[in-house]
């Protein structure tokens, strides 16, 4: 017979996105009402190596649905199998996870509930193999899980991004300029896509569709030979130029690369290729800071019931995702098992370009 479930605890891994806190509050009321007693672990898997779990109430939920960021903190670096100790002879990582799953054990807890990315989903599979009953909401603004149609988070930066596109436009009109604008999303161009349509931009370039420099400049300049000497850009970071490579800033010891620099590239390629004067802007973490929008409180709110009701039933090993309007859940496994990228020739690009809009290839 399967073990009754009362305790669970749950953490939000990787990098912020609005509408954890939703998650978390949802979480914990439906939990509450099956009967569970519900633990946080502190700034992802590192509340976990570092003993740092707190049980968590309704009364400390309260108040927290249009709270950006998350109650309970995350980590994006935060590894139990590689984790990061600092050495005289510099950094090396230990594997920390029997350490884990022991204080599990300690504390009684029965399911370990993770609000991630496909970064935080695969150190859940490794916990699941190690025994670890585990349930899985996905995460990102990136919006790059393929086994849900959309992870909360995207929503708010797209709205973010969207409203950066718009006051651009005004200053960019007044001053003849190209603006270009960076936005985040790694390796998929979902945020850039989705706001660069909603903000009406000339061009936008995804990771997904090498550009031909080219291309960009001339849609510059035939918008500035038909009388609209202005242009609005939006590069998503993970964007490069045919026959070239992603840009980076930053590479750590158990880090996932740090992407930037693809803006200021842009720029020097369009630098003499078009007459205008040119700016770069970074939105970078404004697109995910904030208060999440009712699309994201409200998607985050049906994720963490769902995930409180698969605990208390014991339907563990799962993922909540969302297909189409329904939650359905699916098995952990498929979680990771394929990147969600932008189709170069799909709905969204294809609605694109029929509005006049340059993807550079
Ligand atoms: O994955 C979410 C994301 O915001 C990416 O779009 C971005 O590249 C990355 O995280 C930024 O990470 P950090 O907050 O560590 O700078």
């Known amino acids: ?25 949802a979480f914990v009321k439906q939990g509450e009402a099956l009967g569970l ?11 976990l190596v570092e003993n740092r779990i707190r049980r968590l ?10 709270r950006g ?11 139990p199998f590689q984790w990061v100790v600092g050495t005289p002879d510099g950094p090396r990582t230990e594997d920390r ?6 204080r599990l054990r300690e504390l009684a807890i029965d399911v370990l509930a993770l609000v ?18 585990v349930v899985g909401v996905p995460k990102t603004i990136d919006n790059d899980l393929d086994t849900t149609d959309f992870t909360f988070g995207l929503d708010t930066a797209v709205g973010n991004a969207t409203w950066a596109i718009d006051n651009l436009h005004t200053t960019a009109e007044a001053h003849d300029r190209v603006m270009i604008l960076e936005l985040m999303g790694r390796h998929a161009g979902w945020i850039s896509l989705c706001a660069g349509i909603a903000g009406g931009a000339d061009v936008i370039l995804v990771p ?46 158990g880090r996932a690369p740090r992407l930037g620099g693809a803006g200021e590239r842009l720029h020097a390629l369009l630098a003499d290729r078009v007459d205008h004067d040119i700016r770069v802007t970074v939105l970078g973490h404004l697109q995910r800071g904030g208060t999440p929008s009712a699309f994201d409180r409200l998607l985050g709110t049906r994720f963490g019931v ?25 098995p952990l496994a498929e979680a990771c098992a394929n990147p969600k990228l932008v189709p170069a020739d799909g709905e969204l690009a294809t609605a694109a370009r029929a509005v006049g809009i340059e993807l550079g290839a």
């Open 69 to 79: 960021g998350s109650i309970l903190g995350c980590s994006n670096r935060a590894d």
């Open 97 to 102: 996870s029997a350490q884990v799953v022991e």
């Open 1 to 25: 017979m399967a073990k009754t479930v009362r305790r669970v605890c749950i953490l939000t891994g990787g990098g912020d996105a609005p509408g954890l806190n939703p998650v978390i509050r």
């Open 57 to 66: 109430t309704s009364t400390e939920v309260r108040g927290i649905l249009p």
């Open 208 to 253: 997904e569709i090498p550009y031909d420099i080219e291309r960009v400049a001339a849609k510059i300049r035939a918008r500035s030979e038909a009388g609209t000497p202005f242009s609005i850009v939006v590069v998503g970071e993970g964007a490069f130029p045919q026959g070239g490579e992603i840009s980076t800033v930053e590479r750590k010891l």
């Open 116 to 133: 991630g990315g496909d970064g935080t989903m695969a150190l859940g599979l490794r916990f699941a193999e190690l025994g670890v009953p």
């Open 306 to 330: 769902r995930a409180a009701q698969l605990c208390a039933e014991g339907r563990t090993g799962r993922l909540v995702v969302l297909r189409g309007t329904t939650l359905r859940s699916v």
């Open 37 to 47: 007693e519900i633990f946080g672990a502190e700034d992802g898997f590192a509340g």
